[in-house]
């Protein structure tokens, strides 16, 4: 797909209009700025030409979570250790504390799991993870980067003060191994946030959120390769949920903004309680802590999903491969947020940005 062919996530079709403005939000971005001018300028000239684009570039939509998929950019595996150093200060700067150990953690296990399964060795790694750059970093003029590889991809957009982090996938599998002597648990987080907004619901309420309580190995609707997907609304509104079934869903919701750079992750909550009436809940599965369950979240702004899945290798040996016909696992978990009606990648912005700079 093309980033002029963009749309973004709709209902049916047709983009909800003047949901978004260009504004200040008084949240510097200055750090983030001179983070990436810093690992930019780290760069050989050549590694730095093969990973910057322009601001409006299909490369934009060009990210996947599998880990074969063929990348662009510079790979942190074949840079120095300095030059990478300046690459994490770049995801501490964009992201949250927890935001940037949820990453690395992503990309240990992905390491464990080359290990585990003696392949890859190319893509399985901690390495295998690339940044570019669309447009130049600037307090002022519109940029962003993408940091992606197996299991992670995180779109960052930036003008002036206001950022948009949509969209951005975290997966894992597993979500539990021990690598290099430390223990890492992934998703627990998004599960057990995911459990408290549908245990508080009433069995009347439950009835209308859940659709089935079987699960297939993959429900992701909104993934790779899906920027233009028509979702329609299911489950619940948060204008039938007490105060407290609200703040739980607004605490789900956190989980998730909560990756972004506390600041910004503040001004997107505000923009994400606008609509809270109209701010669906939708569950597939289960609802044991163990379960492998499937969850939407889905308002005007704002989309997640998270989805337990079907091993694809992990935990299959001997029984074949799972894929989306095996048995979903809390061992193999997708997660995804969006930014509906033209939001992601911040396209809306740049768009008005445009529209008001011409």
């Known amino acids: 797909m093309k980033y002029a062919d963009f749309k973004g996530v709709t209902t049916d079709g047709k983009i909800v209009d003047d949901l978004y403005s260009v504004h200040a939000t008084d949240v510097s971005t200055d750090g983030v700025v001179q983070a990436a001018q810093a690992f930019l300028d780290g760069l050989s000239t050549k590694e730095r030409t093969s990973a910057t684009f322009d ?3 299909d490369e934009w939509l060009a990210w996947s979570n599998v880990d074969g998929y063929e990348r662009k950019g510079v790979r942190m595996g074949d840079i120095t250790t300095k030059q990478r150093d300046l690459g994490y200060a770049l995801l501490g700067a964009a992201l949250s504390a927890d935001g940037l150990v949820q990453t690395r953690n992503i990309m240990k296990l992905n390491a464990y799991l080359g290990d585990y399964s003696g392949g890859g060795r190319e893509t399985l ?4 993870y690339f940044f570019t750059f669309m447009g130049t970093p600037s307090t002022s003029k519109p940029w962003g980067f993408q940091y992606e590889g197996h299991h992670v991809a995180i779109n960052y957009f930036v003008l002036g003060d206001q950022v948009v982090m949509t969209p951005t996938f975290m997966g894992s599998e597993p979500t539990s191994a021990t690598y290099q002597g430390e223990k890492i648990t992934l998703f627990k987080k998004e599960t057990n946030a ?3 907004v549908l245990r508080s619901l009433t069995a009347a309420q439950r009835a209308k959120v859940i659709s089935s309580d079987k699960k297939s190995g993959d429900n992701l609707k909104a993934g790779a390769g899906q920027d233009n997907v028509q979702l329609a609304y299911q489950g619940l509104a948060a204008k039938e949920f007490t105060a407290a079934q609200r703040t739980a ?5 956190r989980v998730y903004v909560g990756n972004l750079n506390d600041g910004h992750a503040d001004v997107k909550m505000k923009e994400v309680e606008l609509h809270l009436d109209d701010t669906y809940f939708y569950w597939i599965g289960a609802s044991k802590d163990s379960s ?3 969850y939407r979240v889905h308002s005007p702004v704002v989309l997640i999903e998270y989805d337990a899945q079907s091993p694809l290798a992990y935990g299959t040996k001997g029984g074949g491969m799972g894929g989306p016909n095996g048995t979903p696992t809390q061992q193999h978990i997708h997660t995804i947020i969006r930014t509906p ?3 992601d990648y911040g396209v809306d912005l740049l768009k008005l940005h445009l529209e008001n700079d011409h």
């Not at 790694?125 to 295998?128: D, K, V, W």
């Not at 869903?249 to 919701?253: G, H």
């Open 341 to 343: 009606n033209g939001g």
């Open 55 to 57: 601001v409006d570039d």
């Open 194 to 196: 995911g459990l408290t």
């Open 249 to 253: 869903l607004l605490d789900l919701v």
């Open 125 to 128: 790694t901690e390495g295998a």
């Open 292 to 294: 492998a369950f499937y």
